[in-house]
């Protein structure tokens, strides 16, 4: 398997335009997340989805920001409008979550995006 | 004062030693997560624990959850295990893993 796979790798854009993150997890997984990590406030999970239903969007930062997953295979991230104070790595994780259980496999980390908004 | 504290914040170690890093939380949760980021940036998720003990090769990360910690242990260091250790917290909550909440990372340097 490829592993996780996020585009674009690295997103240069201008405040006030709309950037949509993509991510491909790990074939078989049933839960993906979505991070961000900037120097100042560190790594954040921003929400995460199980069997393609969001399960806790609570990290995500403001109504500028919405995430989707339309099947097991594809998920976006969408910034509209985008703001400066947006630029960070973002990072997309897949897991598999066993019901019985109710635990969480390990997590396979994406390469990232580096945003910069200017 | 965060949810999630870890400790040292930094740590400096020679090829060989045995090294603990420490992650103490403050509320009730159902999962700790480890965390290894490389310089380069890329994340690797090491363990993934809600009690007990975890061991992979030299790894070994532990959870006492009466005591509201987990430990991560590397025995053997080599100077390739230079990294940033994140430790996070999946907060106990409605949901069936709730909140994630993030330790500040512990920087680890091994010199050979």
């Known amino acids: 398997d490829a592993g996780v796979i996020q585009s674009p790798r690295h997103e240069v854009t201008e405040m006030g335009q709309e950037v949509t993150l993509r991510c491909k997890p790990i074939?078989?997984?049933?839960?993906l997340f979505w991070y961000r990590q900037t120097m100042m406030r560190g790594l954040e999970l921003l929400i995460y989805f199980n069997n393609n239903v969001p399960i806790d969007d609570s990290g995500m930062p403001e109504d500028r920001f919405s995430a989707k997953m339309p099947n097991a295979s594809f998920s976006t991230l969408k910034i509209q409008p985008s703001e400066p104070r947006d630029s960070a790595v973002y990072f997309c994780?897949?897991?598999?979550?066993?019901?019985?259980?109710?635990?969480?496999?390990?997590?396979?980390f994406g390469p990232g995006t580096r945003l910069l908004v200017l | 004062k965060n949810e999630v504290e870890q400790s040292p914040q930094n740590l400096t170690a020679q090829e060989g030693e045995f090294i603990t890093i420490n992650c103490s939380y403050s509320v009730g949760i159902s999962a700790l997560h480890w965390l290894q980021q490389h310089p380069g940036g890329g994340i690797v998720s090491l363990f993934m624990l809600s009690s007990g003990k975890k061991k992979h090769g030299r790894l070994i990360a532990t959870i006492n959850i009466q005591e509201k910690h987990s430990s991560l242990h590397i025995t053997a260091s080599h100077p390739r295990d230079s990294a940033v250790y994140i430790c996070?917290?999946?907060?106990?909550?409605?949901?069936?893993?709730?909140?994630?909440?993030f330790g500040q990372g512990t920087i680890l340097t091994v010199h050979p």
């Open positions: 994780a897949s897991s598999l979550y066993r019901i019985v259980g109710q635990e969480f496999e390990t997590q396979y």
């Open positions: 074939s078989g997984h049933n839960s």
């Open positions: 996070a917290a999946f907060l106990a909550g409605g949901t069936s893993y709730g909140k994630l909440t």
